[in-house]
């Protein structure tokens, strides 16, 4: 089945613990990317991947970091996360010929206290 | 730079009755359009898509026309139910741009009263 996965899916830490998010898909998508979603500000996009080792900055790349050795994992990491970061994040994939139309992942609701 | 504006929520309908989620865009070159629906506790999945001016985009009742002249893709059905109730979101995609990028609206949350 198509899919992508993510863990966890829900996680609750403390300001400044470095935790790592993990995203992958099973469809050999070149399109990898991190949104984040929080109430009245609908779907930000954090980070973006167009392919193995090339990434780069999606509207709120603030206080996170990503990672792509391999095709099918994305990683998220917050090296140091604050409050602020708490929110609702989706990893998506597509591939970059056709229409472009993203899978989204499950999601993960972190909560830094 | 492109962007997507759709009707604030959240809009409250009884069952049966007709719905229409506004969406326009603005875009440099020639996007793909998108509505997705997100459920209660659950991720972004595809509703329908449409590729080209005057394509016209359906799925489980739900349909949505590409209109450039008016750069709108009105999201409608004709009878709702109970089960559509969830998080609408209207997206554009740039082939022009960075191979795959989308842009999301807002979202718009419907709910459906029996």
């Known amino acids: 089945e198509a899919q992508v996965t993510q863990n966890p899916r829900y996680l609750i830490t403390v300001t400044g613990k470095k935790l790592t998010v993990t995203c992958s898909q099973n469809?050999?998508?070149?399109?990898m990317s991190w949104y984040r979603q929080d109430p009245g500000l609908g779907l930000r996009q954090i980070y973006y991947?167009?392919?193995?080792?090339?990434?780069d900055k999606g509207d709120v790349p603030e206080g996170y970091k990503v990672s792509r050795k391999e095709k099918r994992n994305f990683p998220l990491i917050l090296e140091s996360p604050s409050p602020n970061q708490t929110s609702l994040y989706f990893c998506?994939?597509?591939?970059?010929?056709?229409?472009?139309?993203?899978?989204f992942g499950p999601g993960t609701r972190l909560t830094v206290t | 730079g492109d962007s997507v504006t759709q009707m604030e929520g959240p809009v409250t309908l009884s069952e049966e009755a007709f719905l229409t989620i506004n969406c326009t865009y603005t875009?440099?070159?020639?996007?793909?359009l998108f509505w997705y629906v997100q459920y209660p506790g659950e991720g972004l999945q595809l509703l329908l898509k449409?590729?080209?001016?005057?394509d016209k985009g359906s799925n489980k009742g739900f349909e949505a026309t590409y209109r450039k002249e008016t750069t709108s893709f009105h999201l409608e059905k004709g009878s709702v139910q109970v089960s559509d109730s969830a998080v609408y979101f209207c997206?554009?995609?740039?082939?022009?741009?960075?191979?795959?990028?989308?842009?999301f609206g807002k979202g718009t949350k419907l709910s459906v009263k029996p």
């Open positions: 998506a994939s597509n591939p970059i010929s056709g229409s472009y139309e993203q899978y």
């Open positions: 469809m050999n998508h070149e399109y």
């Open positions: 991947s167009m392919n193995v080792e090339v990434t």
């Open positions: 875009a440099t070159g020639y996007p793909s």
């Open positions: 449409a590729t080209k001016a005057d």
């Open positions: 997206a554009l995609s740039d082939a022009a741009g960075s191979q795959g990028n989308l842009i």
